[in-house]
């Protein structure tokens, strides 16, 4: 079985397992993470072991996604993904799950099953940061750490993003190494999803306005090909 992650991940896999896949710039901080298609993946495969096995979601679910510029955003986009579950970057009242960071929780209910991610650029669960995780809240970074690296899909839904298919999400001119650029973008797991869905890799860069400098000397190093 097939599932949004396996079409993604397997010919990037197979091509060059240590390419990166996605490298997140915080430009205010300042920090650099770089992960490869391999790292990614292990994240991803954490990511939905916890989703499956603590949090029961399967195949064929809607888990709602409102996250940050971050490179643990690729990580959960390709769990939710893998655990065969379709996600929903708006509200959706038949979401199992709610996977959001701790500044963005009063955006959602409080009676579904809530995740939040960690935006430490090192990906430290959030108690280590000191941020405050509310009662039967899961911090997502802490508990998906003892699940392991590999993960074996029992299904997939027919969807991977609002309603479409990977196969739709998919764009030859998003396939290069896509600069994704700005303080503040509540499209970018729409974005993330388009760029992996197309087999490219993605560049995020936050902490500054897109046509600041340094965003610029950041499009150099690291030699993207095109701006989303």
């Known amino acids: 079985m097939n599932t949004a992650a396996d079409t993604v991940l397997q010919p990037l896999l197979a091509a060059d397992p240590g390419a990166p896949l996605v490298t997140h710039y ?54 939710v993904w893998w655990a065969g579950a379709e996600v929903r970057t708006g509200p959706a009242d038949d979401a199992v799950a709610v996977i959001t960071t701790a500044d963005r929780l009063e955006r959602h209910p409080a009676d579904v099953e809530t995740l939040l991610m960690t935006t430490d650029p090192m990906g430290r ?63 970018v797991v729409t974005v993330l999803a388009r760029i992996l869905a197309s087999g490219g890799s993605a560049v995020l860069v936050t902490g500054a306005d897109p046509d600041a400098p340094g965003v610029a000397d950041v499009a150099t190093t690291e030699r993207t090909t095109l701006t989303l």
Do not use: M, Y
């Open 26 to 79: 915080d430009l205010g901080a300042p920090s650099r993470i770089e992960l490869s298609v391999t790292s990614t993946a292990n994240w991803a495969a954490k990511i939905a072991g916890l989703l499956r096995d603590e949090v029961s979601v399967a195949p064929g679910d809607v888990v709602v996604c409102d996250l940050p510029a971050h490179w643990l955003t690729a990580g959960v986009l390709l769990g």
């Open 125 to 187: 669960p959030l108690a280590a940061v000191g941020v405050d995780v509310p009662p039967g809240v899961i911090d997502l970074a802490e508990s998906c750490r003892i699940h392991p690296d590999a993960f074996v899909p029992s299904g997939q839904g027919p969807h991977a993003l609002d309603g479409q298919s990977i196969e739709h999400l998919a764009d030859p001119t998003v396939s290069g190494r896509a600069l994704v650029a700005g303080r503040e973008r509540d499209d």
